[in-house]
């Protein structure tokens, strides 16, 4: 009896040891366990006088495994008549954000039976990302597009909603090389306030928009972004393979005539190759 005693307290014993690990490795597991992915990304975008350009990478690379996963997707999706949503950060997350806006435009043009507006379908993203802050869509989102005079309107926002009005803007990986050469040519080095609200407070207003980069021509916007993406693509091993470019302009003949009619030219280049 003794000896059986003793073997079922080994028993015990070893049974005791052998949990403890298992939930010491489950718990570990839990710990690493992370829902989101960074996959880089940099988008560009510049809002001019008669136009509004918007451009992004091809590559989706897992920032954290250092290896691509494609080189041809698309990160400018286009949610409405004349407005594009781009963003960088986690692709799966950017995706399912594009669609939730893309089903409220089109809620709001059932509604109301006309298209929502650039100034509206901003404050729109910023409550929708607003209202997942405990778990965030994890994407930094550009919105671009066109007011009711045909000028540039570009919108950036953070993982939570807070959205800033902006004459250039940057964000992803490429943002630290690309967004000093926006600066320059939106005078922001030489803006005391950086930015101002907007009117109805509906959004942080940038003082840069003063200028609304008037000097710059479409043409020389298109070559501006591209150096800049080659030179990013030549430094960070995110930025690659090809650049997408969307300019959004409205039509001469709509100018007068209600609604405006917008159209949205698709152009991609190569990028060096790495």
């Known amino acids: 009896q003794q000896t059986k005693f003793e073997i079922m307290t080994t028993l015990l014993y070893l049974m005791a040891v052998w949990l403890t690990y298992f939930f010491s490795v489950a718990d570990e597991s839990r710990r690493k366990f992370d829902p989101y992915a960074d996959d880089g990304g940099t988008i560009v975008g510049i809002a001019g006088d ?3 350009l918007v451009a992004a990478d091809c590559r989706l690379a897992a920032v954290d495994q250092y290896f691509i996963r494609s080189r041809n997707i698309s990160r400018l999706s286009i949610v409405d008549d004349g407005i594009i949503l781009a963003g960088s950060g986690c692709w799966s997350d950017f995706v399912a954000l594009t669609k939730t806006m893309q089903l409220k435009a089109l809620r709001y043009k059932w509604n109301s039976k006309r298209c929502i507006s650039s100034a509206s379908l901003a404050c729109l993203l910023s409550n929708t990302l607003y209202q997942r802050r405990f778990m965030p869509y994890y994407t930094f989102c550009t919105l671009a597009g066109l007011d009711a005079k045909g000028r540039g309107v570009l919108y950036r926002y953070d993982a939570v909603g807070s959205s800033e009005r902006v004459t250039a803007a940057c964000s992803g990986k490429g943002e630290q090389m690309i967004q000093p050469m926006l600066d320059e040519i939106t005078h922001m080095e030489e803006d005391d306030s950086l930015w101002q609200v907007g009117e109805g407070g509906s959004a942080f207003v940038s003082t840069s928009l003063e200028t609304r980069c008037h000097p710059l021509s479409l043409q020389s916007a298109c070559e501006l972004v591209l150096r800049a993406f080659r030179a990013a693509a030549e430094r960070e ?5 090809a650049v997408e470019i969307c300019i959004l302009k409205q039509e ?10 917008v159209t949205i030219s698709r152009t991609f280049h190569k990028l060096p190759q790495h």
């Open 252 to 261: 001469s003949s709509s100018h007068n005539t209600l609604p405006r009619t």
């Open 50 to 52: 008669d136009y509004c």
């Open 237 to 241: 091993i995110t930025v690659g393979d």
